[in-house]
């Protein structure tokens, strides 16, 4: 055999080893490929069963406030309207103010549960036509920390929000507010939004201790101060979004027969 045959037979012996490496090699990667291709299903597949429990927890979580909410239409059928009335201004605020979404959509179903610790107020003093004696006045302020002991420690963010709404949305921007006399951004923002929509409500509704106020009326006492209400009680910029939003505020009240 000439020494060329030789060589030529080498050659075609490394090519034979190299098509069986390759030939190897690929099947091999089919092999991973098919592994990660099942994985990749698998992980989808987790993802969606468990996107799918967050959302029947969050369906779970919103029914337990609303259940909550109309509890207290068993203590006064206003209430239940203004709590309504109060979910629609806090979201109009909120999206005035960019809040992201899914902040937006808790504080908006959270708002109607700020009142809530009014379930632990008796009648004579939750429905008194006249002025609260200093002791009446206490034991009214209480409906904060009551409510915040009804939906507090709760690992759901949507019951949490609705605890700070129902604990801080009569604390103030200056620190006279109350139970705790937080100050400024000590008070979260969902409270913030929750007391501008609260008080403008108040405002225009009749009570058994007061006539219900017009819209010029409540705008220029949130914005410039009539009473006991003044605008240092208010966030700055909240105040500002609530000027640019009070005839949205408006539309809101005169169709809350509708809405609610």
């Known amino acids: 055999m000439s020494v060329t045959s ?6 075609q012996q490394q090519l034979l080893r190299y098509a069986h490496d390759l030939r190897e090699t690929l099947r091999k990667e089919r092999e991973r490929s098919g592994e990660l291709h099942r994985l990749s299903v698998a992980l989808e597949e987790a993802l969606e069963s468990e ?9 779970a979580h919103q029914e337990t406030l609303l259940r909550l909410m109309l509890a207290t239409r068993f203590k006064d059928e206003e209430t239940g309207a203004h709590l309504a009335r109060v979910s629609y ?5 909120g999206t005035y103010l960019g809040l992201p979404g899914e902040q937006l959509r808790w504080i908006g179903a959270a708002a109607t549960m ?20 200093p002791d009446e006045r206490q034991r009214m302020e209480a409906h904060t920390t009551i409510g915040a002991k009804l939906l507090g420690e709760s690992k759901s963010e949507l019951i949490q929000t609705a605890c700070d709404i129902a604990l801080t949305h009569h ?9 705790d006399g937080l100050k400024k951004e000590e008070i979260p923002v969902a409270g913030r939004i929750v007391m501008v929509a ?24 949130i914005l410039n101060g009539s009473g006991r209400t003044r605008p240092e009680h208010f ?3 909240l105040l500002e979004a609530f000027r640019a939003l009070e005839r949205d505020f408006e539309a809101i009240y005169q169709n809350s027969q509708v809405l609610v």
């Open 171 to 179: 604390e103030r921007w200056d620190g006279t507010g109350y139970p």
């Open 235 to 237: 966030d700055p910029g």
């Open 89 to 93: 201004f806090a979201t109009a605020l």
């Open 198 to 221: 609260d008080v403008y409500d108040a405002l225009r509704s009749a009570r058994p201790y007061k006539p219900a106020f017009s819209h010029d009326y409540t705008v220029e006492t």
């Open 51 to 59: 996107r799918r429990a967050r959302v029947d927890l969050e369906w």
């Open 6 to 11: 030789v060589e030529q037979t080498g050659m």
């Open 114 to 133: 700020h009142d809530i610790g009014k379930i632990g107020i008796p009648d004579v003093i939750l429905l008194k036509a006249g002025r609260l004696s």
